[in-house]
């Protein structure tokens, strides 16, 4: 029972990390309808921005998370204004393709300068536990969790008491009613894109210590983000922690008691089988959708 226990609290550790990571792109789609692909890129960029940090200053990762996150705020907007525009409004196809084009510039960009070898942020505490009562806890997945829950926490704060968050909630809920109110949605959705970008900031920088990392891992995070994602509820901020929460949880309960190997095969298994029962995710809505012959 000790041991189940002890395992499910490094579920919901990790849970909150991966709810940061999937933060971003659950807010772009919401708002944007807009499958940012490139969010796993942006991830392993801002990784190899912590690391380079890490390896010239020593400075502590968590630290370098506040420094990552308003960098890649500008890198988001950037992105927006040049490229990200130019599909907004059209077939979701399109962003899924442009951004797909823009993750594969990044991780070639990415294998040209550090090469594909794998690195890792180790600052002093890496191999270190923390005890609590008869519960030990890496230091590293400890302090990464504290740091997504308090970035979580303003991500919120901004969403929910600022001018610009409730212009991106009310973008999200009815884009049309959002600007026949005043709204400017084109300056919505660049704020929300490089929002998103500004949270794969901080992210990365947290999974440059817990994981490592080279140019093409962008597949392997998309990949579970899209499945945390898509398990919560498009567009479902709530969803997408609750759903993070679920498969980390269920991630290291098979690590402990199955193989490690299953680890990741487990991840998707949960989504296939809570999506047979909701296919609109845990906190999704079911959108309904007129056709005329």
Known sequence: ?????????????????????????TLIFGVMGIINVAQGALLILSCYFAW??????????????????????????????????RVRGAHATMSVLLTFALAITLEGILGVIWTGNFRSVTP???????????????TAQ???????????LVLYLILSRTREGRAIRATAQNRLAAQLVGVDADRVAA??????????????AILSVLYPFAPGSHYLWISRLLG????????????????????GVAETLT???????????????????????????????????DVQA
């Open 191 to 204: 704020f929300t894109f490089a929002l998103g970008a500004a949270t794969a900031g901080v992210g990365g």
């Open 124 to 138: 002093s505490y890496f191999s270190q536990s923390l005890r609590i009562g008869d519960f030990f806890f890496p």
């Open 52 to 85: 380079l940090v890490w390896q010239t200053t020593g400075l502590d990762p968590m630290w370098i998370s506040i420094l990552a996150a308003p960098l890649m705020f500008a890198v988001g907007w950037v992105l927006y204004r040049l490229l990200i525009v």
């Open 255 to 289: 690590s402990t008691y199955i193989s490690l190997k299953w680890a990741t095969v487990v991840f998707y298994v949960v989504i296939f089988v809570v999506l047979l029962v909701r296919p609109q995710g845990l906190m999704g809505t079911r959108l309904r959708e």
């Open 228 to 247: 945390i994602i898509v398990l919560g509820g498009m567009g479902s901020l709530p969803g997408a922690a609750l759903g993070a929460v679920i498969l």
């Open 142 to 152: 400890v302090y990464g969790s504290i740091t997504a829950v308090a970035v979580l």
């Open 1 to 25: 029972m000790h041991l189940f226990l002890q395992t499910v609290m490094l579920g919901v550790l990790i849970g909150g990390v991966y709810a940061l990571l999937a933060s971003g792109l």
